[in-house]
């Protein structure tokens, strides 16, 4: 089976290709372009390099958040547009963990995966590798990582962490936690990763339509926000 994997939930692009386990192809674009702009051409120029039709996709997999609203939004929607003619199975996938399977790990190393929410606020999940799984150890949150420092108190070896939040978490638990941010090459995620979290859906047969992929915002849009607060403080007025 093959499984063709988008991820647009940051500031980088990316779309792999996977033959069951093995990856094919992967491509990553950090250019400053909107995704809108980027994506579908590089789903294109993945077909055209490893002589791949969309019918011999067998999975469609896609970051579904947390991320960027629009990011996410663009994402999505390719997905959808590309699944639906021929009712391609889709796995929605987190894109913290997506971020977490992106880099190598030894067995029983930890990681962060941080996404920047702004305000000193990120997403952030933990992981362990466990021989060729990779476990959560907390659910995909968004806030201050503050309660990181009790999940991983006991950590001997060094805890990765990786996503362009990766400094907010350094800077707030390095006195807690034996952190090292992975190298900048690496920091904003890979599609690969995107692909084989969603493979890992599909053998726990979490696949679903794509009529029903939904973005994980995990918190309200700047935009909902501000007008929250301006109703809070003419309430009080």
């Not at 639906?84 to 929605?92: F, Q, S």
């Not at 503050?146 to 070896?157: C, H, N, Q, S």
């Not at 696949?207 to 995990?218: E, K, N, S």
Request: aromatic letters at 6%; one cysteine or more.
């Amino acid at each position: 089976m093959i499984t063709l994997a988008l991820d647009s939930s940051g500031k980088a692009a990316g779309v792999a290709l996977l033959r069951e386990e093995e990856l094919i192809y992967e491509a990553y674009l950090n250019n400053g372009l909107t995704h809108s702009e980027t994506l579908l051409p590089m789903v294109q120029r993945a077909f055209e390099t490893t002589g791949t039709a969309l019918p011999e996709i067998g999975l469609l997999a896609v970051g579904a958040g947390p991320g960027s609203f629009t990011g996410l939004r663009i994402g999505l929607a390719l997905a959808k547009g590309l699944a639906l003619p021929d009712a391609i199975p889709c796995a929605g996938v987190s894109s913290l963990e997506a971020l977490a399977r992106s880099i190598p790990l030894t067995d029983g190393a930890a990681v962060i995966a941080a996404a920047d929410a702004r305000r000193g606020e990120v997403y952030y999940a933990a992981f362990r590798r466990q021989g060729t799984t990779l476990v959560r150890l907390c659910p995909d949150t968004a806030g201050r990582p503050d309660p990181l420092a009790a999940l991983l108190a006991e950590e001997e070896k060094t805890v990765f962490v990786v996503g362009d939040g990766a400094q907010v978490c350094y800077n707030r638990l390095k006195e807690a936690i034996p952190l090292e941010p992975v190298p900048d090459c690496w920091q904003l995620g890979r599609a690969a990763g995107v692909a084989f979290a969603g493979r890992a859906l599909w053998l726990a047969g979490c696949a679903v339509p794509a009529a029903q992929l939904r973005p994980d915002y995990h918190r309200l849009s700047q935009a909902q926000r501000e007008r929250m607060e301006k109703m809070k403080e003419s309430e009080n007025q």
